[in-house]
């Protein structure tokens, strides 16, 4: 009977609060009274329930049918968030959210909202976040969200929004804001300085997937305190010195997904506080040495699903001493890293080079002293030596969490690469002495090349001589000889005769005295012929 009682006291103690929570809480919603906090997240609601608790401060009402909200909303004037997102909304009828003066966040995303208008967010002086992406806008009127003087985060994203539609004094009044998405619109230009003049203290600005085609110099000049800016697919194929004119503190920076066919290096340079770039999905084939010199505050990189890329070279990441985190990813053509690409990296913990075509990679690529993890998974690496002595080092170096490409045959061990290695030697070696010695033959053909072939030519004088009928002059040089044309007897005679015309020539025999020198006698001229 006692138990009875007790059980009696206590459902007599919580009913008033079951009566005040539970009872009027949707079926398929969360209703929490301690924190005030209700979730009717997937409740197949279509309209803002009426009768929770007036005191919540939380209303998450996601993934409904909900096509309007009517005055139901002003029943909670204690709300800080309120998250519709995910519904079928068409419109927001004037000073909707009067009564939310304590709102700080408003989620309107993925609707199908159209316009809005100054008179929309009237009462919400108070809110920090706004997000309106993923609905129908293609037009922003001037002032539209004036009175949100205290915003600091405004989401336009994947909505119609042209170069027209954003008026120039269409964000005007956001003195405090600091993060802005206009991506995935309609832009076809960067707007001009005076849409962002009223919001020169920005932080964040995303304006990719927008057919900008080109940046002028100084578009974003006006946003001075900027630190992060997202260009990616924005069709750019080129970018000059002056796009990033004034806003050189820039920590962050997205390229990728456009049409580069090089990096470019010199618009980059002048970013010397750059933190983080994203430069994947482009056109270029090589990443060059000093690819982004200048950049010595480079501390993640990120070259993601390139198709063009096949090579990066050994001096490319040389000016980037302190690169913390490098992920190259999913570049299927990519084949050739340079030994110790990584090497000189001495802060470097993070290394990503996944799915990739490399086909070896070696230990001597990277700097162990302060890596901690590596993927090298999914890449079609052959089961080699290299590879075998990479494994090695990452299974017996335990500060390091890595991921690796698994071999579906015998990988070799130690002393078998050992055998292999010196095997390899003695064969190097052998080929480095022919080399040497065929060389230094060669060399010394070239350096006596001229008596080479001064004794080919008078071997070859020699040969002909001796065929001609010739015998050398005696008591002469025998590597003198003289010849002349084939001449007559009485050729000969005249010419004799005419050299000796002023001396009286003694006749012995029939000869002149000048035939009869050193008692050499010839019976008759000797003809010389002509090689």
């Keep these: 009977m006692t138990l009875i009682l007790s059980w009696l006291f206590i459902l007599v103690l919580i009913v008033p609060d079951l009566s005040s929570s539970l009872l009027h809480c949707p079926s398929r919603c969360h209703c929490d009274d301690e924190k005030l906090d209700v979730n009717c997240e997937e409740g197949h609601l279509d309209v803002v329930p009426i009768a929770l608790n007036p005191s919540i401060q939380r209303l998450v009402i996601r993934n409904n049918k909900i096509r309007i909200i009517d005055s139901s909303v ?23 959210f009067a009564r939310q003066n304590k709102l700080q966040q408003l989620h309107l995303n993925h609707n199908k909202i159209s316009a809005v208008s100054n008179r929309t967010f009237v009462g919400l002086g108070e809110l920090l976040v706004l997000n309106l992406r993923g609905n129908l806008i293609d037009l922003i009127e001037p002032m539209s969200f004036s009175p949100l003087t205290k915003l600091e985060e405004l989401n336009l994203g994947q909505n119609r929004i042209t170069s027209i539609g954003l008026s120039t004094k269409g964000l005007l009044g956001l003195m405090d804001l600091k993060i802005l998405y206009l ?20 932080a964040e600005l995303y304006i990719g997937t927008n057919s900008l085609n080109m940046i002028r110099d100084g578009a974003f ?21 002056g796009t990033f004119a004034g806003i050189e503190n820039i920590k962050c920076l997205n390229l990728a997904d456009n049409r580069f066919q090089r990096i470019p290096t010199k618009p ?24 982004f010199r200048g950049l010595s505050n480079l501390k993640r990189f990120e070259l ?48 990503s080079l996944r799915n990739n075509g490399f086909e070896q990679l070696d230990e001597n690529m990277f ?3 302060s890596l901690r993890t590596l993927d090298i998974s999914d890449n079609p690496i052959n089961c080699d030596c290299y590879y075998s002595k990479l494994l090695h080092r990452l299974q017996t170096t335990n500060r390091i969490s890595y991921n690796a490409t698994g071999c579906p045959h015998h990988l070799p061990d130690q002393w078998e690469c050992e055998y292999i290695l010196d095997k390899n030697k003695n064969l190097i070696s052998v080929l480095v002495l022919a080399v040497a010695i065929v060389t230094a033959i060669a060399l010394t053909f070239y350096r006596f090349r001229g008596l080479l072939r001064e ?29 002349e044309k084939a001449i007559t007897e009485d050729d000969y005679v005249i010419r004799q005769s005419n050299l000796y015309s002023n001396q009286v020539q003694p006749i012995l025999n029939g000869y002149p005295g000048y035939m009869q020198q050193n008692n050499i006698y010839y019976n008759k001229p000797l003809p010389i012929t002509e090689l």
């Design 304 to 351: 993601r699903g390139s198709l063009y890329l096949k090579r990066i070279e050994r001096t490319a990441f040389q000016t980037n001493t302190n690169l913390e985190s490098i992920a190259i990813e999913s570049n299927k053509a990519l084949s050739v890293l340079e030994e110790e690409t990584f090497s000189g990296l001495l802060y470097l913990k993070h290394l």
């Design 455 to 483: 004794y080919v030519h008078n071997g070859c004088k020699n040969k002909s001589h001796v065929a001609g009928g010739v015998s050398p002059v005696i008591g002469g040089d025998i590597n003198r000889v003289d010849y």
């Design 183 to 202: 991506d995935d619109n309609r832009l076809e230009v960067v707007p001009p300085e005076e849409t962002f003049r009223p919001v020169d203290k920005l």
């Design 74 to 96: 002003q029943f909670y004037s204690e709300l800080t968030l309120l998250d519709l997102s995910f519904n079928y909304l068409f419109n927001i009828p004037d000073r909707t």
């Design 367 to 369: 700097s162990w002293n």
């Design 221 to 241: 000049s006006v946003l001075s305190e900027l630190t992060l800016l997202d260009l990616r697919s924005t069709l750019l194929s080129n970018i000059s010195s």
């Design 268 to 291: 980059l340079e002048i970013l010397r506080r750059l933190e983080e770039l994203s430069i994947g999905q482009n056109y270029f084939e090589t990443v060059p040495g000093n690819s």
